[in-house]
């Protein structure tokens, strides 16, 4: 889990903009997840000093794949209950995505690897890194190891579904690329990590 960032650690960081410091840190929430008030200081357009407040939440870098078969043309995703999703207008409240989830203590293909066949009971094959994203960077600094991996449908340990003692109720899609897009696009809104996944995927599939 991604802790507090501190101040030494982001003088350490030579990546980061010089002229822009921490002077302090609060902790405004301590909970499922953390919600930090950084205060910060960079100079100004008239190069004098400015100082703002930022607030950032964090709980953790994340990874997520899409599962798809070559031979078959289909992706496996996911459907389960999201609040924003039944706020803006989704009477059951269940959003499509891809498998993923916190790394926890593991590496982002150990962790997705687990977070996959929990969810859909299908062990994937190799994995093929698309890249690492910010999905809410004004919001929190989460980030997400995106993947593609093929899998065979031979290939089912299990019915999937997540855990149930984690309070999980995962439905189980297997579509044909095309249609889980064009499902994804139908929505509300899309969720953004799955968005990038298929886009990613068709161009490689048209070609397979």
């Known amino acids: 889990m991604t802790g507090p960032i501190r101040p030494d650690a982001l003088a350490r960081d030579g990546a980061r903009d010089p002229d822009v410091r921490l002077r302090t840190t609060e902790t405004v929430l301590d909970d499922w997840f953390h919600v930090r008030r950084f205060h910060l200081e ?14 950032s939440m964090a709980r953790g ?19 389960q209950f999201r609040v924003p999703a039944f706020l803006h207008g989704r009477p059951d409240g269940r959003l499509l995505e891809v498998p993923g989830g916190l790394l926890d203590a593991d590496d982002a293909g150990t962790a997705v690897r687990r977070e996959a066949e929990e969810e859909t009971g299908f062990r994937i094959g190799e994995l093929r890194e698309v890249c690492v994203t910010y999905l809410a960077p004004q919001l929190s600094s989460e980030r ?16 999937g579904g997540g855990v149930a ?8 899609r297997e579509l044909p690329l095309d249609e ?6 139908s929505g509300p809104a899309a969720d953004a990590k ?6 990613y995927l068709r161009p490689l599939m048209s070609c397979a």
């Open 194 to 199: 799955t968005l990038l996944l298929l886009l």
């Open 165 to 172: 003692e984690e309070g999980e109720d995962i439905q189980v």
């Open 180 to 185: 889980a897009l064009d499902e994804v696009l």
């Open 42 to 55: 960079s100079p100004g357009p008239d190069g004098r000093a400015r100082r703002f407040t930022r607030l």
């Open 144 to 159: 997400t190891h995106l993947f593609v991996a093929a899998y065979d449908p031979g290939h089912r340990v299990s019915a």
């Open 61 to 79: 870098d994340r990874a997520a794949v899409l599962p798809y078969c070559p031979a078959r043309g289909t992706v496996v995703l996911t459907s």
